[in-house]
């Protein structure tokens, strides 16, 4: 039954990752589109979380850490070059 649940929340989490892809190509501007891809890293980083807590994978979670630090590292990158530091 509590796997149900976890399945119901990685399908919404998905699907509101596949909703941002919209914004991600339609975004009207280029910090409309940053945003966007934050905003999917982060639904991909809570999908990896829930699938661990499904699968009961320690390692998932080890995985999940390091890609949210390289996310955030990209974002930060990436809004300076938007900026025009870099």
Not at 3 to 19: E, K, N, P, Q, R
Not at 55 to 72: G, K, P, T
């Amino acid at each position: 039954m509590i796997i149900s649940y976890f399945a119901w929340a990685a399908a919404v989490t998905g699907f509101c990752a596949l909703a941002m892809v919209g914004r991600l190509i339609a975004g009207p501007t280029v910090p409309d589109r940053v945003v966007a891809l934050d905003s999917i890293n982060t639904m991909v980083i809570a999908l990896m979380i829930i699938l661990s807590l499904v699968y009961d994978s320690v390692i998932m979670v080890d995985v999940a850490i390091v890609y949210a630090a390289l996310s955030f590292v990209g974002t930060m990158f990436i809004a300076r070059h938007v900026e025009g530091g870099v």
